[in-house]
């Protein structure tokens, strides 16, 4: 099993350019996760997805949107990227069989906005 | 929503010494708080977990402690090494809505040799 993975690893992207980041995982999982990490900050919820054709915003949701595009997969999307939206972002899906909690965790994509 | 403080965002400590890190919630209803590794550049990794009806766990060198009376919980690591060098975050999860984790904002875990 791969488990979670993302696209691109890194992106530069000039102010106003819009971009996708990809993910998917290969566990099953029915719940999947975006969050931006930030310096001093945490990991701060963008958007979730409870289930294949749903979507909810988290803590952070401005500036961005995403599509759960099937089981595997689930996208975020800048449609126009501003400076403060420089940070990694991490994909992540949870183990969601009987008690299990687990959220599980992408390598990141690191992203430049300038 | 749910609101999660970490202390201390840096510890460093001598190798072989323990070092404690410390996190409130503000949510009664949260009932799952897992604890996160992140090396420098890699992903955030479970390294353990405790639900609200478990008051401590273990798992070899590293425990964690629940208070939810207080609404705090720690991790311990004891005997540390160099590789326990890492960020360390907390999470609090509230039944429902997703399911969503609320994360600390993380302590720089140093273990100088």
């Known amino acids: 099993n791969a488990g979670v993975t993302q696209t691109p690893k890194f992106q530069v992207l000039k102010t106003g350019q819009s971009m996708t980041l990809q993910c998917a995982q290969d566990?099953?999982?029915?719940?999947m996760y975006w969050y931006r990490q930030d310096p001093g900050m945490g990991l701060r919820l963008i958007y979730y997805?409870?289930?294949?054709?749903?979507?909810d915003k988290g803590e952070v949701p401005n500036g961005y949107n995403v599509s759960r595009l099937n089981k595997r997969e689930f996208s975020l999307r800048l449609e126009s990227a501003a400076p403060s939206q420089t940070s990694v972002y991490f994909c992540a899906s949870r183990e969601d069989r009987g008690l299990a909690d687990t959220q599980y965790f992408g390598p990141g994509t690191r992203l430049t906005v300038l | 929503g749910e609101n999660v403080e970490q202390h201390p965002s840096t510890l460093s400590v001598q190798e072989g010494d323990s070092a404690v890190i410390k996190c409130t919630y503000s949510?009664?209803?949260?009932?799952?708080f897992p604890w996160y590794k992140q090396e420098l550049g890699k992903r955030p990794q479970l390294i353990i977990d405790?639900?609200?009806?478990?008051g401590e766990k273990k798992d070899q060198r590293i425990a964690v402690t629940l208070n939810k009376t207080a609404k705090h919980f720690s991790l311990h690591i004891t005997e540390t090494q160099p590789e326990d060098s890492a960020v360390y975050f907390c999470?609090?999860?509230?039944?429902?809505?997703?399911?969503?984790?609320?994360f600390g904002t993380g302590t720089q875990l140093k273990v100088e040799l």
């Open positions: 997805s409870a289930s294949e054709g749903t979507t």
């Open positions: 566990m099953n999982h029915n719940s």
């Open positions: 405790i639900r609200s009806n478990v």
């Open positions: 949510d009664s209803a949260s009932n799952y």
């Open positions: 999470a609090a999860k509230v039944t429902g809505g997703g399911n969503k984790l609320t």
